[in-house]
């Protein structure tokens, strides 16, 4: 399995990116995907999960603004950002693990997942 980030950029505070993770091999079902972010020094941070079988869960510095979908058909994960603020200027990876994100112990933890994409980089500014 190999996963390809897309769509990082740079963008204004207040600005709106989408980003997109294409995935070779689609793993078989069920499967738990994230998105995760990771400033140099600092561990690498949840953004958010969906399974192939859950309802999509949020870390708090996010939830109402980043909305994470799948197309299963395009063998695609994204993560639509709105209302970008400084803070969330970080590397951002997607990831995957054939597992039901029920049997995670922690859905948003990085030591839970397996397949990771080289990231793709979204800067904020004032």
């Known amino acids: 399995v190999q996963l390809q980030e897309s769509g990082g950029g740079s963008v204004q505070a207040g600005g709106s990116l989408r980003l997109s993770c294409a995935v070779s091999v689609y793993p078989s079902s069920p499967v738990c995907m994230g998105w995760f972010r990771q400033i140099p020094g600092k561990e690498r941070e949840g953004v958010a999960s969906?399974?192939?079988?859950?309802?999509?869960l949020y870390a708090n510095t996010v939830k109402a603004r980043f909305t994470i979908s799948r197309d299963n058909a395009k063998s695609a994960l994204y993560l639509e950002m709105d209302n970008l603020q400084l803070e969330d200027t970080a590397k951002y990876y997607c990831?995957?693990?054939?597992?039901?994100?029920?049997?995670?112990?922690?859905?948003?933890?990085?030591?839970?997942?397996?397949?990771w994409g080289r990231g793709t980089q979204v800067t904020v500014s004032s």
């Open positions: 990831t995957a693990i054939p597992l039901s994100c029920r049997v995670l112990l922690r859905p948003l933890g990085s030591r839970e997942y397996k397949y």
């Open positions: 969906l399974g192939s079988d859950t309802a999509p």
